[in-house]
């Protein structure tokens, strides 16, 4: 085991430093009415996706946040965990009129292992 940790260490060296990944992977991909161009008033489904990749996470999914700005959460469906440390979420979205011709819908995860954060943009016309 000494061995293996050793050659651990100079590989880390070689390559720059510690090997350090994400604690979690998060993907937001559009469910219904995906488009290139969206108007006010426009509603879009999106599921969220959440995987652990450290299997066990200091903070529970209900940590994650959501920021979106010129986007109107119409409802939600509570966490599902489809497989163990995999985590879904749909959400029912409304694009509101705003100046802005890029409007982004994010999840954040802030933890001791270093978190995640993923997000998706609407081109508003």
């Given amino acids: 085991m000494r061995i293996f940790l050793i050659k651990l260490a100079f590989l880390a ?19 219904d009415n995906n488009k290139e161009q969206y108007q006010a008033g ?7 996706k959440v ?16 920021s979106y700005d010129g986007i109107k959460v119409l409802g939600a469906t509570p966490w599902n965990e489809t497989i ?8 029912k979205l409304q694009i509101e ?3 802005n011709k890029n409007l982004v819908f994010g999840a ?17 016309n």
């Fill in 13 to 31: 060296v070689i390559i720059g430093g510690p090997v350090i990944g994400n604690a979690c992977e998060i993907s937001i991909e559009v469910l």
């Fill in 51 to 66: 995987v652990f990749t450290h299997r066990q996470c200091s903070e529970g999914i209900n940590a994650t946040k959501f």
């Fill in 97 to 99: 009129e705003s100046g």
């Fill in 108 to 124: 954040l995860r802030t933890c001791d292992k270093e978190g995640g954060s993923g997000s998706i943009t609407f081109a508003v």
């Fill in 84 to 91: 163990k440390g995999t985590f879904e979420r749909k959400f």
């Fill in 42 to 48: 426009d509603i879009v489904v999106v599921k969220v």
